[in-house]
């Protein structure tokens, strides 16, 4: 695997080496992460990954500064699943200057959910997985489906702009309680991880709920959000959606997506189902 820490010397490195399937990431991989890597194989004959921990996207307070750097774990990692090129930038090749040129997603999308409790989060989440398009130039990319609210906004903005790059969702990847893998699970204690997949399983139930012919979202919301609350979670939502753009669904309406974020204690944990 070759690594690279500036736009040059990857764009030398990529000049003519043919469909470029991607995977970005802000590093501190874990399962799920490698999911991702091992089927870009299967979309592009050159697999490219970055790490850049992406301080556009946090808010005052948020866990930038702790957020871990485990860049040789990492590295390992990538070369195992056959990743052939790594973008490792720092701040300074990133933003050479300030970004005042930025992508705002409209905010029926961005300031709902995630948005609502993470008010700017994604217009630093497309400001920069722009401008690594503009720096990988890939023909497909990889974003996992735990984050579905990113997916989807990622997903319309690229068609929005008419950029030829393939997106391919990938799924969910859970530890066999079914908490589904996520570098902020490093946070939890002991007794918050036997507790963690609880998120997952007031999910479950709402679609099992929805499947079974059961139209009252409201009320199979607010039955989870008990649930958790009565087990000392801070839930910020757990919502029905359409899955296409996040709205309020109608009660007839098909392809829908349950969405939860709920904090254990200082450790915030989000996680979705489709129907």
């Known amino acids: ?46 697999v490219a990954a970055s790490i850049f921990v992406n301080r ?14 485990t860049f040789e774990a990492d590295c390992a990692k990538l070369s195992e699943a056959g990743v052939d090129h790594l973008f490792a930038p720092d701040e300074g090749e990133m933003y050479p200057e300030v970004q005042t040129y930025a992508v705002e997603p409209p905010p029926d999308q961005a300031g709902v959910l995630d948005g609502e409790f ?52 990938g799924e969910t990847v859970r530890a066999p309680d079914g908490l589904a893998l996520s570098s902020r699970n490093g946070y939890l204690t002991a007794a918050q991880r036997a507790e963690a997949p609880r998120l997952y399983r007031a ?36 919502a029905v959606r359409n899955s296409l753009d996040l709205q309020l669904p109608a009660a007839h309406e098909s392809g829908l997506v349950v ?10 944990l989000i996680d979705n189902l489709e129907v």
């Open 118 to 169: 993470r008010p700017g989060h994604f217009r630093g989440v497309a400001t920069v997985v722009m401008k690594l398009f503009a720096v990988v130039q890939p023909q497909a990319a990889l974003f996992g489906k735990k984050d579905f609210q990113q997916l989807m906004i990622i997903r319309n903005m690229v068609r929005q702009f008419a950029l030829p790059i393939e997106i391919v969702p």
């Open 56 to 69: 556009l996207q946090f808010r005052p307070g948020e866990d930038f500064e702790k957020y871990p750097r």
């Open 203 to 238: 999910i479950s139930r709402i679609v099992s709920g929805i499947r079974a012919g059961n139209r009252d979202f409201a009320a199979l919301e607010a039955e989870a959000l008990a649930d958790l609350r009565a087990h000392d979670w801070s839930p910020d939502y757990i």
């Open 1 to 46: 695997m070759q690594i690279h820490h500036t736009i040059s010397g990857l764009r030398a490195a990529l000049r003519g080496a043919g469909r470029v399937a991607f995977v970005p990431t802000m590093g501190n991989l874990h399962e799920g992460h490698v999911a991702l890597m091992r089927q870009a194989r299967g979309h592009g004959n050159v």
């Open 259 to 268: 969405l939860g974020a709920a904090r254990l204690e200082s450790t915030r």
